[in-house]
């Protein structure tokens, strides 16, 4: 566990060198602005007596930040996620690193934890920033908002996993956007699992069934509670989904030992 700490370690202290994170600070303190700025306006519907459209303002300015952060979250998990293992090749620290000597799937568990690791606190600060705000401006949250949060750190545990196990084989472009397609892959099949062609219709039954599963309703919203609500069903997504990222991790571990990777 020490060396998959220290290569975990090694990578978040290579995401902070990174000059994008610079880039999205500067659009968060915007969008921060803009969010407070939008307090005076919420004040002006109260007094004109527009509660609803105040409210409706409120938990805007709350949902706003809180998918500033996942979605960016998201997007940081694909990045850093497929450049991990181009990014010590390109810099020769590959060799350094395994000569230590760290097993090579010590090495590629440790870029994923580092990536969830990082990602994951960036979330996790903006869902404290919005809670921080929600309670500000007196936002309800309704309950399966909370499974929505929960979701989003699944989606990065999946992106990350997905990416990093895809980037052993795959230029980093590549690997990010092939965890990417992924995710919309079920949908664009379910019109053809009826197709009369039978072999049309084992094709896309096969790509349907290999693909991560599909949440069916947006769980992160502040707008009303869902009528009837699946937790169960959604509870299985999310664990399907988490094992599916884990067993292509697993692959991408089983590849990397056993086939030669450009080190120079």
């Known amino acids: 566990m020490g ?14 060198r ?6 999205v600070l500067l659009i968060l303190l915007i969008v921060l602005y803009f969010s407070l700025q939008g307090n005076a306006w919420v004040k002006m519907a109260e007094e004109a007596g527009e509660l609803d459209s105040a409210n409706k303002m409120r938990s805007e300015a709350v949902i706003l930040i809180i998918q500033f952060f996942t979605n960016f979250g998201e997007f940081f998990s694909l990045f850093f ?4 293992l181009s990014a010590d090749i390109k810099e020769r620290t590959l060799t350094a690193i395994l000569a230590r000597p760290v097993e090579r799937w010590q090495y590629i568990l440790g870029k994923w934890i580092g990536v969830v690791g990082f990602v994951s606190a960036f979330i996790s600060a903006g869902v404290v920033l919005g809670l921080a ?12 908002f909370w499974l929505g949060i929960l979701e989003s750190y699944v989606r990065v545990v999946f992106f990350s996993a997905v990416c990093v196990g895809f980037s052993v084989r795959l230029p980093p472009i590549l690997a990010g956007t092939t965890a990417f397609f992924l995710t ?3 949908k664009l099949v379910e019109s053809q699992l009826t197709h ?3 072999i049309a ?17 947006e769980l992160l919203n502040l707008g009303k509670e869902l009528r009837d609500p699946s937790y169960g069903l959604y509870a299985k997504i999310l664990l399907e989904n988490t ?13 990397f030992m056993k086939r030669d990777v450009p080190v120079k």
Do not use: E, Q, W
């Open 3 to 16: 060396k998959i700490a220290a290569v975990a370690m090694v990578t978040v202290r290579d995401i902070l």
């Open 18 to 23: 990174r000059k994008i994170l610079y880039f």
């Open 81 to 84: 996620a497929s450049t991990a």
């Open 133 to 144: 705000l929600a309670g500000i401006y007196d936002v309800h949250l309704p309950t399966v």
């Open 184 to 186: 919309f892959l079920p």
């Open 196 to 198: 009369p062609n039978p």
């Open 201 to 217: 219709r084992s094709a896309a039954a096969a790509v349907y069934y290999l693909s991560p599963a599909v949440m069916p309703v």
């Open 243 to 255: 094992l599916y990222a884990m067993a292509v991790l697993l692959l991408g571990c089983r590849f």
